[in-house]
Nanobody, 126 residues
Framework: QVQLVESGGGLVQAGGSLRLSCAAS????????MGWFRQAPGNERTFVAG????????YYADSVKGRFTISRDDAGNTVYLQMNSLKPEDTAVYYC???????????????????WGQGTQVTVSS
């Protein structure tokens, strides 16, 4: 069973940048989308960014558009989330997720994802 491992979280000042990585334990597992979600204390897990694997279409939450970028390496084994111009409200645990089945619609809903990483903490100080 494929496992996802996030890394790259940490403490950064407002206006700074971080790059999160999500590595899959299997290089060739079939997936239809990869996504990043985040959850702040007391809040629900919310969509941040997603990428459809078939055509590299990308999707972003309105709150991160223009600041965050989702990408993958050429081998397709690692997915990244480049986060620029970070704000204190970006503070959360960030989760990587994989959608293993083909489902209609954009990959922006948490229930469409089948595998989740353990999460990595991102803290943005003001």
């Amino acid at each position: 069973q494929v496992q996802l491992v996030e890394s790259g979280g940490g403490l950064v000042q407002a206006g700074g940048s971080l790059r999160l990585s999500c590595a899959a334990s299997e290089r060739t597992f079939r997936r239809y989308a990869m996504g990043w979600f985040r959850q702040a204390p007391g809040n629900e897990r919310t969509f941040v960014a997603g990428m459809r694997w078939t055509d590299d279409s990308t999707y972003y939450a309105d709150s991160v558009k223009g600041r965050f970028t989702i990408s993958r390496d050429d081998a397709g084994n690692t997915v990244y989330l480049q986060m620029n111009s970070l704000k204190p409200e970006d503070t959360a645990v960030y989760y990587c997720a994989a959608q293993l089945a083909l489902r209609p619609g954009p990959p922006v809903l948490a229930y469409r994802y089948d595998r989740w990483g353990q999460g990595t903490q991102v803290t943005v100080s003001s």
